[in-house]
Each structure stands twice: as structure tokens, then as C-alpha cells.
């Protein structure tokens, strides 16, 4: 987009005037915030309505979380205009850092929702239409503090700076109707900008409300009463991502948002079909649908359901479903294959249910193969539907798909074995690097020019500069360290030298992403440093996640290293050599600050557990060094960047195959003493467990049923020599230079790569 100076200014001086009676030299931040972004949402209005409007086929991708993070430094960086803009701002002496305060669209869990956004910007980088479609929730996941040690959950409001960056558009919403409740989805549109391009994408995300507003006086007080609870039912249908599901009503309300959220999107397509008086039966030439796992894999039966009462056949409605829809899996474990009870379905939508059990005739039909089902013990498998209906499937890095095609849908691949696929996520580079770095991504295009922006191959092209790129790689991972010390000392109130190694590890809490393993592994070296048996280069231990609501276990790990953390800080003849923070409320924007800062990215799952990963992506692209398993998309990592240049460690996925079946972790640790007084610190009182959560984490890798499933115990000595190994080498030129090395190597792992390979083996578009 061209800057028109003198326009914008204009624009920016209406929009603060008539919202906010101010002008540019006494507006605050909200207003200026607000009204900035408006300005640039008008600029690009004309691009934006021109690529809705320019007759491609376009792909539709649904997805349960849109993991946006702050949009206005990357809109503006995307649009060509963020100098310009902050030019603009300093003439009236404001400084466009201030919007550091504005709070992350908190629409997202991990990976599956920060993978979304980086499609849909590489999408529309690439000139590829692909609009994504989900939910507004109000409040998001959750915004996350500690209290003694434990995560406390609490509403994000993120929208108490104002959402200017949506449009809501009540000329397109829909009714979507359950058993006993309709409500009112109202979308609100979101532009997703190109970087240097005239493509714009569209997030479309929906927001839930009563059918009608009622008037009490004219109901009876029991009717009044019942139109009130259908009115609150509405509406919390998008209170919050991910509500609790340990309990019926909990797995109920994330039921209406999954149906809430596809019904909405389809009505919403097929009725501007029907406007334009389009045959349905060619819907796949216009439209095609990736879900992104399996939250959104009601959209198939649902589909199934309107074009039959638009009047097509079942069989050409599923032969519109089949041409139309792909399936992205992003786990093996069979528990997160999510699976619905028939008697929900059939009670909550009847009908939808009634299309499913015709998917399970069908396939009965034409396969006349037992293995395969779609309903069995009155269990609806999501996956299932989505394997049998979707024309094409994909896992997410190589590894992941040959335990799909070998192990998790073995059965169906024999069945159908063009169908499953692989594509490794990638990350966008602009906003991982080019936003988040500058200064490194500067230096970059001193060497090489700016073509890897877009094309990230590029930057392969550094390999013959990197040893003089040294000492400037150098100087700038030191600043980018003490900008994350800082920031760390004042939302968390603890200090971190940025001398220190800052070894990384952020991402979900989940028990096999085992941030378990590294707590101990920090215990470990605090005992051998206070009994002066150990010495290490000093260390800062960094952790940031969020544990789902329910997941007892995963609170427990966080309460486990929030103590490890007051030990050790507290400790002053070990904390001049370590220090261990947990950050809270992990989200995008802190992640921006540290992956740049950081180290050592700590990748440390179960080889065989992640899909693929994307955080290891972001720290390699910014030239930090991979302590990991052979596991997810790290093998790639390894192979573009040589396993010599990062630091890998334990079972592989044949290995931790063979393991389990004779496992028993209580004799590794009755052989490893360090590892048996790490892991007793969580029962003989070195750590305050005032609710028996660190016992209960203790037996579950010692003594529980099928103790350690995530070996732990079984890959720690090997981990510690691993990360001992790294700690000696930290400082020499030749760890310098496998940083350096991962950094030229990280072209594989752009999102543009991967959207790309989307449209061309999948969406053909």
C-alpha cells in the first residue's frame, strides 16, 4: 500500500476528532491506538474489498482457536507503512512503542491457533485466498497469575483497548439452532494483510446472541424466566476458549461451540450461494474447507444436512463434502482424537446426528472393512469422520506422518492409501524475525539483500558470511537479552543477569512436552552446585505456559517449578550462578521478546508425542541452538541444520517403543542418586505441597499406573550429559557458529512454504 502522508494525517486528525474530540497532541494511547489503526483500516479498505471480490476459488479454514497476538505492529509492517506511521506519531511526540500495552488477542491456545495466524498471513502474502473462520470469544483462553506457587485463571479482556482492526457485519448473520435453542452469529471481520502484496485475507469470527432481545412485561414470570436462560445460554456459547470438560455441562458447552461456529459458517456461505443463484452441486469449484484437527469436523455432517435441505441428494451432497473438505491432524495420541457421546449428539442436534450415522452407513457400505467405523459403543470418532469423508489428510512434519500412516490410522490408510499426506508447518518469517528482531533482520539484508522476506530460502545465501557476521550476531543476541531481563524484572519482579544463558522452555503444559524433565534437571544442578560438586556457567532457567483448567497434573508441574524457582532465587549461595523464572500469562507478544533472547530452545518431548512443534522453528530462525529429542519437526531441523550443530538426547521413537514394555523407572532411580533427591524434593518436604499435588506428580513417575509413560526417568541421565555438553560449549566461537548455522538454515520452516504446499497438492487453488 502507498503512504499518502498528508491523507493518513488527515484521516487520522478526522477519526480523533469525531471519536474522541482530541487531536494528535493530546490524544492518549487507547484513542491514538484506536484511531491509527482505523486510519490504516481505511487506507486499505479498497485492497481489502478488491481481493473478497475478485471471483478465485477460495479456501475456507476452520479452526477452534486464531492465535492473532497483537495485530498493530504487524498489520503496520505488513502494509508497508510502520516507519511512515511512527514518523507521524514522534512530529506530535508520541512514540509508537506505547501500543506495547495493548493486550494479545487471547484466541488461542498453542501452536494449533498461532499456526492459523501464520497461514493466513503467509496466505495473503503469497497472493493465495484462504479466509479463516471461528470463534470471538470474549474472554479467550484465560489470563494466567500465580498464587503460592499455583496457576490461578482469570477473564482476559482482551477487548478493553477496543477491537478497531474487526468490522462487524449484521447484515450476514445467521440463526444456528440446537435441540432446545436458537441463537443469533454475528461475524465480525478481521482484513489479513499481505507483506508487500495486494492480497487480502478475511478472519471471520463469530459472536453469540440471543435470537431476539425481550421485553419481561410481556411474559409470564416462569416464561420470562426460561427466555432469560436462553438468553444467557446464548451467550455464553463464546465466554471462553476451551471452557472446562471435566464435567458433563463443560463438555456440552464446547459441543454448542463447535456447532455453533461451522453451522454459522456454512448457512452463512450457502445462503450467499443461493443469492447468487449458484448450482450447489459445483461448490467444490469455488470453495474448498481445511479443518484444522478435529474441533471444527462437525462442519461435514453439518454441510451433509443443508444441502439436503436445499434439495440434493445425500449422495451428491457427500460427493460436494468429499471434493470440498481436508483434514489437518495435529496428534497421535488416541486420547486427543476427540470422540463425542452418541447420546449428546443425538440429543443437543438430532439431525447432525442422523448425517454422521449416514457416514457410518455408507462407509459400512463401501468398504464392508470392520476395522474401520465411525460410531462404535455409542462413541462418535471425529477423526474417523473426518479420515472417510476428507479428500485429502495431512500430518504436520515427517515423522508425524509415518506414525499415522503406520500406527494411529494404519487401518485406514490401507484403505485409502493416496489419502494421507504430509506438509510441515512452517512459521511466518515477518513476524518471527522481521518484526520481532530488527536488528538481526538488518544485518541480514546487509549480507544478502531482502528477498528472504518472502522467500525464506534466502537465506541459505548467509552460509559464506557467517563468520563475519559474528561478533554483530553476538552484540545483538546481548541486546536482545537485556530487553527481555528487563521486561522479565518488571512484569515478574525477578532479575536476571543477562550474562547468564538463558535456556528457554515455552510452550503448552503438557505432561509429555515434559517441562517435568527440565525442572528436574534444574534440582539437579542446584544440589551439585550447593554441595560444590558441580560448576556451571551461570544460568537462567525460563519457562512460560498455560495448563488447561481441568488438567490437574499439569498444575501440578507449574506449582512443582514455581517452588524449584523460590528455592533457588532465594538461595543467595546459588543464585549468583542460577535463576529460574516462570512467566506468566504467556502469550504471543511475550514470546516475540523472548525467542530472540534466547539461548538454548529447550525441545524436550517424548520422541514420538508432538505433531511437530513450531516454537523450535521460531528460536532456530533467530539463531538459537536446539537441545531436543529426535521427535517432531526437530528431526527436520536436524537435517536442514545438522544434528552436529544443535544438541539431541534420548529414546528415539523405536527406542521409547521397545522401552515400554519392560519399563520400571524405580530401578534407574535407585542407580542415579541425583535423580532420586530432585525427584524426592517433591515428598520429604523441601517443597511446600500444601495439597498433595507434588506427591500425586511424584507417583505418577515412580509408583503409579504405568508409571513414567512419558519416560522421564528413562531419558534423564542422557538429557543432563546433553545439556552439560551445551553449558561447556557456551561461549566459544563454534557455538557461536552453530546458532549462526541454525539461523542459515531455517529456510525449510517458512509458512509460506507450507501454505503453498497446501494449495498446490491440496486445495488446488
Same mark, same amino acid.
Given at each position: 500500500?502507498?503512504?499518502?502522508?498528508?491523507?493518513?494525517?488527515?484521516?487520522?486528525?478526522?477519526?480523533?476528532?469525531?471519536?474522541?474530540?482530541?487531536?494528535?497532541?493530546?490524544?492518549?494511547?487507547?484513542?491514538?491506538?484506536?484511531?491509527?489503526?482505523?486510519?490504516?483500516?481505511?487506507?486499505?479498505?479498497?485492497?481489502?474489498?478488491?481481493?473478497?471480490?475478485?471471483?478465485?476459488?477460495?479456501?475456507?479454514?476452520?479452526?477452534?482457536?486464531?492465535?492473532?497476538?497483537?495485530?498493530?505492529?504487524?498489520?503496520?509492517?505488513?502494509?508497508?507503512?510502520?516507519?511512515?506511521?511512527?514518523?507521524?506519531?514522534?512530529?506530535?511526540?508520541?512514540?509508537?512503542?506505547?501500543?506495547?500495552?495493548?493486550?494479545?488477542?487471547?484466541?488461542?491456545?498453542?501452536?494449533?491457533?498461532?499456526?492459523?495466524?501464520?497461514?493466513?498471513?503467509?496466505?495473503?502474502?503469497?497472493?493465495?485466498?484462504?479466509?479463516?473462520?471461528?470463534?470471538?470469544?470474549?474472554?479467550?483462553?484465560?489470563?494466567?497469575?500465580?498464587?503460592?506457587?499455583?496457576?490461578?485463571?482469570?477473564?482476559?479482556?482482551?477487548?478493553?483497548?477496543?477491537?478497531?482492526?474487526?468490522?462487524?457485519?449484521?447484515?450476514?448473520?445467521?440463526?444456528?439452532?440446537?435441540?432446545?435453542?436458537?441463537?443469533?452469529?454475528?461475524?465480525?471481520?478481521?482484513?489479513?494483510?499481505?507483506?508487500g502484496s495486494d492480497t487480502v485475507g478475511t478472519l471471520r469470527l463469530w459472536s453469540s446472541e440471543p435470537v431476539q432481545a425481550f421485553d419481561f412485561g410481556a411474559f409470564n414470570e416462569m416464561q420470562g424466566e426460561r427466555k432469560a436462560e436462553e438468553n444467557f445460554n446464548a451467550t455464553k456459547i463464546c465466554d471462553v476458549l476451551y471452557p472446562n470438560d471435566n464435567t458433563m455441562v463443560g463438555k456440552i458447552l464446547r459441543l454448542r461451540q463447535q456447532y455453533f461456529m461451522v453451522s454459522a459458517s456454512l448457512l452463512d456461505l450457502?445462503?450467499?450461494?443461493?443469492?447468487?443463484?449458484?448450482?450447489?452441486?459445483?461448490?467444490?469449484?469455488?470453495?474448498?474447507?481445511?479443518?484444522?484437527?478435529?474441533?471444527?469436523?462437525?462442519?461435514?455432517?453439518?454441510?451433509?444436512?443443508?444441502?439436503?435441505?436445499?434439495?440434493?441428494?445425500?449422495?451428491?451432497?457427500?460427493?460436494?463434502?468429499?471434493?470440498?473438505?481436508?483434514?489437518?491432524?495435529?496428534?497421535?495420541?488416541?486420547?486427543?482424537?476427540? &470422540?463425542?457421546?452418541?447420546?449428546?449428539?443425538?440429543?443437543?442436534?438430532?439431525?447432525?446426528?442422523?448425517?454422521?450415522?449416514?457416514?457410518?452407513?455408507?462407509?459400512?457400505?463401501?468398504?464392508?472393512?470392520?476395522?474401520?467405523?465411525?460410531?462404535?459403543?455409542?462413541?462418535?470418532?471425529?477423526?474417523?469422520?473426518?479420515?472417510?469423508?476428507?479428500?485429502?489428510?495431512?500430518?504436520?512434519?515427517?515423522?508425524?506422518?509415518?506414525?499415522?500412516?503406520?500406527?494411529?490410522?494404519?487401518?485406514?490408510?490401507?484403505?485409502?492409501?493416496? &489419502?494421507?499426506?504430509?506438509?510441515?508447518?512452517?512459521?511466518?518469517?515477518?513476524?518471527?524475525?522481521?518484526?520481532?528482531?530488527?536488528?538481526?533482520?538488518?544485518?541480514?539484508?546487509?549480507?544478502?539483500?531482502?528477498?528472504?522476506?518472502?522467500?525464506?530460502?534466502?537465506?541459505?545465501?548467509?552460509?559464506?558470511?557467517?563468520?563475519?557476521?559474528?561478533?554483530?550476531?553476538?552484540?545483538?543476541?546481548?541486546?536482545?537479552?537485556?530487553?527481555?531481563?528487563?521486561?522479565?524484572?518488571?512484569?515478574?519482579?525477578?532479575?536476571?543477569?543477562?550474562?547468564?544463558?538463558?535456556?528457554?522452555?515455552?510452550?503448552?503444559?503438557?505432561?509429555?512436552?515434559?517441562?517435568?524433565?527440565?525442572?528436574?534437571?534444574?534440582?539437579?544442578?542446584?544440589?551439585?552446585?550447593?554441595?560444590?560438586?558441580?560448576?556451571?556457567?551461570?544460568?537462567?532457567?525460563?519457562?512460560?505456559?498455560?495448563?488447561?483448567?481441568?488438567?490437574?497434573?499439569?498444575?501440578?508441574?507449574?506449582?512443582?517449578?514455581?517452588?524449584?524457582?523460590?528455592?533457588?532465587?532465594?538461595?543467595?549461595?546459588?543464585?549468583?550462578?542460577?535463576?529460574?523464572?516462570?512467566?506468566?500469562?504467556?502469550?504471543?507478544?511475550?514470546?516475540?521478546?523472548?525467542?530472540?533472547?534466547?539461548?538454548?530452545?529447550?525441545?524436550?518431548?517424548?520422541?514420538?508425542?508432538?505433531?511437530?512443534?513450531?516454537?523450535?522453528?521460531?528460536?532456530?530462525?533467530?539463531?538459537?541452538?536446539?537441545?531436543?529429542?529426535?521427535?517432531?519437526?526437530?528431526?527436520?531441523?536436524?537435517e536442514e541444520a545438522g544434528r552436529e550443530n544443535n544438541y539431541i538426547f534420548g529414546a528415539t521413537v523405536e527406542e521409547a517403543e521397545a522401552v515400554s514394555r519392560f519399563y520400571c523407572p524405580r530401578e534407574l532411580i535407585a542407580q542415579n542418586p541425583a535423580l532420586e533427591r530432585a525427584l524426592n524434593t517433591m515428598i520429604d518436604g523441601t517443597l511446600p505441597d500444601e495439597t498433595g499435588c507434588l506427591k500425586k506428580l511424584y507417583e505418577s513417575l515412580t509408583t503409579g499406573h504405568a508409571p513414567d509413560r512419558y519416560l522421564v526417568?528413562?531419558?534423564?541421565?542422557?538429557?543432563?550429559?546433553?545439556?552439560?555438553?551445551?553449558?561447556?560449549?557456551?561461549?566459544?566461537e563454534a557455538f557461536w557458529m552453530k546458532c549462526l548455522y541454525n539461523l542459515a538454515s531455517a529456510g525449510k520452516f517458512s509458512a509460506d512454504r507450507s501454505v503453498c504446499a497446501y494449495a498446490e497438492q491440496i486445495w488446488k487453488i
Amino acid at each position: 500500500m502507498k503512504f499518502r502522508a498528508k491523507a493518513f494525517e488527515e484521516t487520522l486528525c478526522g477519526i480523533l476528532a469525531a471519536d474522541y474530540a482530541t487531536d494528535l497532541a493530546h490524544a492518549n494511547k487507547r484513542e491514538l491506538y484506536n484511531a491509527v489503526s482505523k486510519a490504516a483500516m481505511r487506507e486499505a479498505y479498497p485492497m481489502w474489498q478488491a481481493s473478497k471480490e475478485n471471483g478465485r476459488k477460495r479456501c475456507k479454514y476452520f479452526s477452534a482457536e486464531f492465535l492473532m497476538g497483537r495485530a498493530i505492529f504487524n498489520n503496520l509492517m505488513d502494509l508497508g507503512i510502520i516507519d511512515d506511521v511512527r514518523a507521524l506519531l514522534q512530529k506530535y511526540g508520541h512514540d509508537l512503542g506505547e501500543f506495547e500495552e495493548v493486550e494479545d488477542a487471547a484466541l488461542g491456545n498453542g501452536g494449533l491457533g498461532r499456526l492459523a495466524a501464520c497461514y493466513l498471513e503467509s496466505a495473503a502474502t503469497k497472493g493465495i485466498p484462504l479466509d479463516g473462520y471461528g470463534i470471538r470469544y470474549r474472554y479467550g483462553l484465560f489470563r494466567q497469575t500465580f498464587e503460592q506457587g499455583f496457576q490461578h485463571e482469570e477473564g482476559d479482556d482482551w477487548l478493553k483497548w477496543g477491537d478497531p482492526w474487526s468490522v462487524r457485519v449484521d447484515r450476514d448473520a445467521v440463526v444456528v439452532e440446537f435441540s432446545d435453542l436458537k441463537v443469533r452469529a454475528v461475524p465480525y471481520d478481521t482484513p489479513v494483510f499481505g507483506y508487500g502484496s495486494d492480497t487480502v485475507g478475511t478472519l471471520r469470527l463469530w459472536s453469540s446472541e440471543p435470537v431476539q432481545a425481550f421485553d419481561f412485561g410481556a411474559f409470564n414470570e416462569m416464561q420470562g424466566e426460561r427466555k432469560a436462560e436462553e438468553n444467557f445460554n446464548a451467550t455464553k456459547i463464546c465466554d471462553v476458549l476451551y471452557p472446562n470438560d471435566n464435567t458433563m455441562v463443560g463438555k456440552i458447552l464446547r459441543l454448542r461451540q463447535q456447532y455453533f461456529m461451522v453451522s454459522a459458517s456454512l448457512l452463512d456461505l450457502v445462503r450467499k450461494e443461493k443469492a447468487e443463484k449458484r448450482d450447489l452441486r459445483t461448490l467444490p469449484e469455488r470453495y474448498c474447507f481445511q479443518l484444522n484437527d478435529t474441533h471444527p469436523v462437525l462442519a461435514i455432517p453439518e454441510l451433509l444436512r443443508i444441502l439436503q435441505r436445499e434439495g440434493l441428494t445425500f449422495d451428491e451432497a457427500f460427493d460436494v463434502c468429499r471434493k470440498s473438505f481436508n483434514f489437518t491432524n495435529h496428534t497421535i495420541m488416541a486420547e486427543a482424537l476427540e &470422540k463425542w457421546d452418541s447420546l449428546a449428539l443425538s440429543d443437543l442436534i438430532p439431525e447432525v446426528y442422523e448425517e454422521i450415522l449416514a457416514c457410518q452407513r455408507r462407509l459400512t457400505q463401501e468398504t464392508g472393512n470392520k476395522k474401520l467405523f465411525i460410531v462404535r459403543d455409542n462413541v462418535v470418532h471425529m477423526a474417523n469422520l473426518a479420515l472417510y469423508v476428507a479428500g485429502k489428510v495431512n500430518g504436520v512434519a515427517e515423522l508425524h506422518t509415518g506414525i499415522l500412516k503406520r500406527e494411529t490410522f494404519r487401518d485406514w490408510c490401507a484403505q485409502y492409501p493416496e &489419502k494421507l499426506i504430509n506438509i510441515t508447518n512452517g512459521i511466518t518469517p515477518r513476524r518471527w524475525l522481521l518484526l520481532n528482531n530488527p536488528e538481526l533482520a538488518a544485518l541480514i539484508d546487509a549480507e544478502i539483500g531482502k528477498n528472504w522476506h518472502t522467500e525464506l530460502s534466502e537465506l541459505a545465501k548467509l552460509k559464506p558470511h557467517l563468520p563475519s557476521m559474528l561478533e554483530d550476531f553476538k552484540r545483538i543476541k546481548g541486546e536482545n537479552k537485556a530487553k527481555l531481563a528487563a521486561y522479565i524484572k518488571e512484569k515478574e519482579g525477578i532479575e536476571i543477569p543477562p550474562a547468564f544463558i538463558f535456556d528457554v522452555q515455552v510452550k503448552r503444559l503438557h505432561e509429555y512436552k515434559r517441562q517435568t524433565l527440565n525442572a528436574l534437571s534444574v534440582l539437579y544442578f542446584y544440589f551439585g552446585i550447593k554441595e560444590k560438586k558441580l560448576e556451571i556457567p551461570p544460568t537462567a532457567f525460563i519457562f512460560g505456559a498455560k495448563a488447561a483448567p481441568g488438567y490437574y497434573m499439569a498444575k501440578a508441574v507449574i506449582k512443582f517449578i514455581n517452588e524449584i524457582a523460590a528455592l533457588v532465587n532465594g538461595d543467595p549461595e546459588v543464585s549468583p550462578y542460577m535463576r529460574v523464572v516462570f512467566v506468566q500469562n504467556y502469550n504471543v507478544s511475550y514470546a516475540e521478546k523472548i525467542v530472540c533472547a534466547a539461548d538454548i530452545s529447550e525441545q524436550i518431548s517424548m520422541a514420538g508425542m508432538e505433531a511437530s512443534g513450531t516454537s523450535n522453528m521460531k528460536f532456530m530462525l533467530n539463531g538459537t541452538v536446539t537441545l531436543g529429542t529426535m521427535d517432531g519437526a526437530n528431526v527436520e531441523i536436524c537435517e536442514e541444520a545438522g544434528r552436529e550443530n544443535n544438541y539431541i538426547f534420548g529414546a528415539t521413537v523405536e527406542e521409547a517403543e521397545a522401552v515400554s514394555r519392560f519399563y520400571c523407572p524405580r530401578e534407574l532411580i535407585a542407580q542415579n542418586p541425583a535423580l532420586e533427591r530432585a525427584l524426592n524434593t517433591m515428598i520429604d518436604g523441601t517443597l511446600p505441597d500444601e495439597t498433595g499435588c507434588l506427591k500425586k506428580l511424584y507417583e505418577s513417575l515412580t509408583t503409579g499406573h504405568a508409571p513414567d509413560r512419558y519416560l522421564v526417568i528413562y531419558d534423564f541421565a542422557d538429557y543432563i550429559r546433553a545439556k552439560e555438553e551445551l553449558l561447556r560449549d557456551y561461549g566459544s566461537e563454534a557455538f557461536w557458529m552453530k546458532c549462526l548455522y541454525n539461523l542459515a538454515s531455517a529456510g525449510k520452516f517458512s509458512a509460506d512454504r507450507s501454505v503453498c504446499a497446501y494449495a498446490e497438492q491440496i486445495w488446488k487453488i
